[in-house]
């Protein structure tokens, strides 16, 4: 099992939408979600600073394939289009993301 953290801003005028939308996801887009082998996915929200940081553990044995095939699902990429335009990336993000990713450097079980 891979643990995996990201970060992304959310836009203020955006912020309750995207609230709305996280409180009725889409029932296809999660059954992608457990199919491409994530589980125990959460968003967190810090305000004032409109930060989401997520969290999920991936459970499968190829992740890069995982999220190729997340990636092509039709109703996944809908569901992004009405996402995206809330969120606002980091300036720091590695070259090819959305959300950055993030090192962990605590873990206690």
């Keep these: 099992m891979q643990r995996i953290g990201m970060v992304?801003?959310?836009r203020p005028e955006k912020l309750e939408e995207y609230k709305r939308l996280h409180a009725?996801?889409?029932p296809e887009v999660l059954a992608v979600i457990s199919?491409?082998?994530i589980k125990n996915?959460?968003?967190?929200?810090?305000?004032p600073e409109n930060?989401?940081?997520?969290f999920f553990e991936?459970?499968?044995?190829?992740?890069?394939a995982d999220m190729a095939k997340m990636a092509a699902d039709p109703k996944t990429q809908e569901w992004w289009a009405?996402?995206?335009?809330?969120q606002q990336p980091l300036d720091s993000r590695k070259d090819?993301?959305?959300w950055a990713s993030m090192e962990e450097v605590f873990f206690h079980a």
Excluded: R
């Design 8 to 10: 992304i801003g959310v």
């Design 24 to 26: 009725a996801v889409w």
């Design 35 to 37: 199919a491409c082998n």
């Design 41 to 47: 996915y959460s968003i967190f929200l810090k305000e």
């Design 51 to 54: 930060l989401l940081f997520s």
């Design 58 to 64: 991936y459970h499968g044995t190829d992740y890069q």
């Design 82 to 86: 009405v996402c995206m335009p809330c």
């Design 96 to 98: 090819g993301e959305w």
